[in-house]
Each structure stands twice: as structure tokens, then as C-alpha cells.
């Protein structure tokens, strides 16, 4: 299944129609402000497992992160942010950044990173917040890619193509429009120090 959601005032029927797969147990793929990513509910564990085996990984392998729909939303699932990490935050999002910070018990430990961190999101697209906003709570995601013929990873950004790929692996597909081949800046924020892992579309002012 696919349909269209437009970017500038998402349609509030269609929204509702995939927040509510995904409260059900879905798996859906909708659009970021970088890279397509599937999603499932954070308190569905098969959903999830269902999306490691998409990835060719299992849950314990697979790299999580959690899309928030709001820097609130964010707060209620880490541990307490020192001031520097949330002016960070704060400047930063909405915004195409992953930033990795300790979890809380509201992450259920299985989409932990070993040391009990999480990297959580809060993309610019309205899209994707306002499914978030539909649904209540957080979503675990994760890149749409795929290997090509050299071996090397290879996003998809075109949603038709990424219903042809994937369509019959998940619940339903969100087509808000080509998407981005360049993944988020991530940026861990465990150690009390602010540390690229990974550059990508966000630049972080210094």
C-alpha cells in the first residue's frame, strides 16, 4: 500500500490512517528531512524485529533511532541533559541531526546501544512529525537502503521506487515526494563533549 501525503499541511485523514498501522503493530516507511526510513511503533518489539530483518540484522545488531515530534517529546525518553547539551538541542532542532544520548527507562532496552544510549531525532518535516503527533509516543526507525551490485550502500530517495523494493514487506508506504540521499549529522553526546560520529546534511555552529 502507498499514498501521498503532501509536505505543506499533511492531510489529516491520511496521516491518521498510518499513525493508526503503526499503533496497531504496523511497519511503515515515511519521509525524513534526509534519508527514507522504516518505522514501527516503540512498543511493538515485532514490528521492530520485523524491520531488523529488512536491514539483514538482528534487533540486538541493528542501530535504532528514536523520531520525536518535539524537543519535549525527546526530553521524556533520555536521561536529564546538562545545560550545553540542550542549548545544543534546542538550536539544532528541529533539524536533520541524530544526537546520541543516555537513555531512560522509557527506551526499552533492546533498542539501546550497549552503553544505554539511544540516538534520537526530531526531523524537519512535517510530515513525518505530525504521524509522530498522530501516534503519541516515539517511533523506532532506520535508513531505507539497500546494497547495490558493488556492495555499497545505496539510498533510495524515489517513494515509487521504494514502494516497488519494499512494498510487500511493509504495511504501507508514505510518498511525500523525492527525499535526500545525504543521512543526518550524528553527534554523540554521552561523554559530556559534543563528537561528530558522522557528518552529514546538519552543520552544527560553532
Known amino acids: 500500500m502507498i499514498t501521498k501525503i503532501y509536505p505543506q499541511n499533511p492531510n489529516e485523514r491520511e496521516v491518521r ?16 528531512d ?9 512498543d511493538h518489539p ?3 524485529q520485523q524491520i531488523a530483518q529488512l536491514k539483514g540484522f538482528s534487533v540486538k545488531q ?10 519535549s517529546q525527546l526530553s521524556e525518553h533520555v536521561r536529564p541533559l546538562s545545560r550545553d547539551t540542550f542549548a545544543l538541542l534546542k538550536a539544532s532542532l528541529p533539524g536533520p541531526f541524530t544526537f546520541i544520548l543516555d537513555a531512560n527507562n522509557n527506551v526499552p532496552r533492546n533498542y539501546q546501544n ?7 531525532r526530531v526531523p524537519d518535516n512535517e510530515i513525518c512529525r505530525a ?3 498522530a501516534v503519541g509516543t516515539p517511533l523506532v ?17 524515489d517513494p515509487e521506487l521504494i514502494h516497488e523494493v519494499f512494498g510487500r514487506d511493509v504495511t504501507i508506504v508514505v510518498d511525500g515526494g523525492i527525499g535526500f540521499d545525504e543521512p543526518s549529522t550524528v553527534v554523540d553526546c554521552t561523554s559530556g563533549q559534543f563528537d561528530i560520529i558522522r ?6 555552529n560553532s
Open 62 to 71: 541493528a542501530r535504532y533511532s528514536l523520531l520525536c515530534d518535539s524537543l
Open 34 to 42: 534526509t534519508i527514507y526510513a522504516f518505522v514501527a511503533g516503540k
Open 141 to 157: 526507525s532506520t535508513s531505507v537502503r539497500r546494497l547495490n551490485d558493488e556492495t555499497e550502500v545505496e539510498y533510495i530517495t
Open 17 to 32: 490512517k498510518v499513525a493508526n498501522i503503526l499503533a496497531d503493530g504496523g511497519v511503515a516507511i515515511i519521509p525524513t
Open 46 to 48: 515485532k514490528a521492530v
Open 131 to 133: 504521524i509522530i503527533e
Open 114 to 120: 550497549q552503553n544505554k544510549s539511544i540516538g534520537v
Open 199 to 204: 557528518q552529514g546534511k546538519g552543520m552544527i
